[in-house]
C-alpha cells in the first residue's frame, strides 16, 4: 500500500480539513470580534434614537452599528415606527492603585447604558435594560501623552461593545 500523497491529493485533503474547520466554526456560533448582527428583525423600522445627542460618540456608534445590521434610522420621531430610548448613559473612572510617590497608576473605566425600546404607538417591545462594561487602564506616569491617547480607544472600544450587546437584546425580540 502507498502511504505517499500525491500534491493533488495533498490540496484536495487540506481544502477539507478548511471546510470542516469553516463548518465547525460556523456551527459553534463563533463570530468575528466586530462583526454586525444582522438579524433585527424584530424591531420594526424605521426606528428613531431618543435620549442621546445626535453628535455624541454613543449616537454616533449606535448609528454606524445599526445601520450595518440593516435596520434603517430616522431623525424625525413622527416618521419612526419604533423609538431606542436611551434613559442613561455615564462614563465614570476611579482610582486602582498608585505608585510609590502617590500617583495614580491604574484606573477602573466604566461605561453604562440604559435604554428600552418602544413601538410608535408607544407599547413597550422591550422593558428598560442596564448594559455596564468595565476595563482597567494601566497609566504608567512617565507617558502621559500615549496613555491619553491609549485611554480614549479603550474607551471608543467600550461604546463598541456597548452597543454590540444591545444589538444583541434587540436581536433577541425576534
Avoid at 502617590?102 to 484606573?107: F, G, L, Q, R, S
Wanted: some cysteine; hydrophobic content about 40%.
Amino acid at each position: 500500500m502507498n502511504l505517499v500523497l500525491s500534491v493533488q491529493q495533498r490540496r484536495h485533503a487540506l481544502g477539507l480539513l478548511l471546510l470542516l474547520i469553516a463548518l465547525h466554526l460556523g456551527g459553534c456560533g463563533f463570530q468575528p470580534r466586530g462583526a454586525a448582527m444582522s438579524n433585527v428583525n424584530g424591531v420594526p423600522g424605521p426606528v428613531f434614537i431618543a435620549g442621546v445627542a445626535p453628535y455624541s460618540d454613543l449616537y454616533r456608534e449606535l448609528d454606524s452599528q445599526l445601520t450595518a445590521a440593516g435596520v434603517v434610522l430616522t431623525t424625525d420621531p413622527a416618521a419612526s415606527a419604533s423609538t431606542l430610548v436611551i434613559s442613561r448613559w455615564d462614563q465614570g473612572s476611579r482610582v486602582l492603585s498608585v505608585d510609590s510617590s502617590n500617583k495614580a497608576i491604574e484606573y477602573e473605566l466604566d461605561e453604562l447604558v440604559s435604554f428600552a425600546v418602544r413601538s410608535g404607538s408607544g407599547e413597550e417591545l422591550l422593558s428598560t435594560r442596564n448594559e455596564r462594561v468595565m476595563r482597567i487602564q494601566y497609566q504608567p506616569p512617565d507617558s502621559l501623552l500615549g496613555s491619553t491617547r491609549a485611554g480614549e480607544v479603550l474607551r471608543s472600544d467600550m461604546r463598541r461593545e456597548l452597543v454590540e450587546r444591545i444589538i444583541r437584546r434587540l436581536a433577541a425580540l425576534n
